[in-house]
């Protein structure tokens, strides 16, 4: 990705909407760099990034989360589950957002939260209590077991069939969805990155029929799908999720996409992001942001003002329509 990017314009020279990276983990993970959320916004605006979502892991699982169920909090670690550690990410926020909004930046306050249906109470009170603009719901366990952990999931995948992981999973995805918590389901075919090991090719195919339905309901519910960019760097096929699901995430009547990269480290940030939306508009369909969990469309750069007046006009219309939805 370079400053080419940020002019609206792909590699084959077609406008394309603006770079945005809506799945970013500042240094409160501690599976993340140490890292500012400063740090982020810089690297950000080096990057031609228009918009930069932070949703860093609340996770709450007794048992299997030896590492997420503790936030880094002023160099320290502390329970994820006592909130005080989300004022000081929003107050962080804050600050960026006045360091950096003057520079083009557009910094946003999302959370990716690990749903398991016993939570519901645990979530329920996260989200009430604090002002995200963003919150992606991610299926990171199965009866209790981490899959998206190299060290937790051979726990889970050497003792179950593909049948098992099929009804575990999707059983927990579609609570995840009725729950109505999230505006977005985070990196949905997650069961491959360690999945494909344990049961080979077979993984690619065990959403069908299942996963369906599930689209349906988050259709009806305006829940939307993120493409997350990770798998590239970790030299698994195609995004999150492959191109199948996405298709037949359209065929449900899901309208609403984000992209992100999962960035876990400064040098990851806006990975691959071009791709995955060029991905979406050879689909046909566009890329979303957030603003206190209302969804916007973002389009492509207007035109410059030695360029067709009328267009552009036409443009800032479409433009105040999309502020006064935001
Ligand atoms: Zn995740
Ligand atoms: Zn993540």
């Known amino acids: 990705m370079n400053n080419h990017d940020y002019e609206g314009f792909d590699k084959t020279g077609t406008r394309q909407a603006p770079l945005i990276d809506y799945h970013v983990h500042p240094g409160y993970s501690l599976d993340a760099a140490h890292r500012s959320i400063r740090d982020y916004c810089r690297r950000a605006l080096e990057l031609g990034l228009k918009e930069i979502c932070f949703t860093t892991h609340l996770e709450n699982e007794p048992d299997h989360f030896h590492t997420n169920n503790e936030v880094r909090l002023h160099g320290r670690r502390v329970p994820s589950y006592q909130l005080h550690w989300l004022e000081e990410y929003f107050k962080e926020i804050e600050r960026a957002r006045d360091n950096f909004t003057g520079d083009g930046l557009i910094v946003k306050a999302g959370i990716e939260i690990g749903y398991s249906s016993h939570l ?105 799908l993120e493409i ?76 410059s003002e030695s360029e067709d007046k009328k267009q552009e006009a036409k443009h800032k219309r479409l433009e105040s329509r999309k502020n006064i939805k935001s």
């Open 120 to 224: 519901e109470e645990f979530i329920e009170r996260v989200l009430t209590g604090f002002p995200f603009d963003f919150v992606l719901g991610a299926i990171h366990s199965v009866q209790g077991t981490s899959i998206s952990n190299l060290k937790d999931c051979p726990e889970y995948f050497r003792l179950c069939t593909l049948e098992d992981l099929r009804e575990d999973y999707f059983g927990t995805l579609e609570n995840a969805v009725k729950s109505g918590f999230f505006d977005c389901l985070a990196h949905v075919d997650l069961y491959r990155r360690y999945g494909y090991d344990f049961y080979g090719e077979d993984i690619y195919t065990i959403h069908r029929g299942f996963i369906e339905p599930i689209f349906e309901e988050a259709a009806r519910r305006r829940t939307g």
């Open 228 to 303: 997350n960019t990770s798998t590239a760097r970790r030299g698994i096929e195609e995004f999150h999720p492959t191109r199948e699901i996405l298709q037949l995430a359209v065929e449900a009547g899901i309208e609403i996409f984000t992209v992100g990269s999962d960035a876990h480290s400064l040098d990851e940030l806006g990975d691959h992001v071009s791709e995955a939306i060029s991905l979406l508009e050879e689909m046909g369909q566009q890329v979303y942001g957030f603003s206190r969990r209302q969804p916007y469309t973002l389009l492509p750069p207007g035109l």
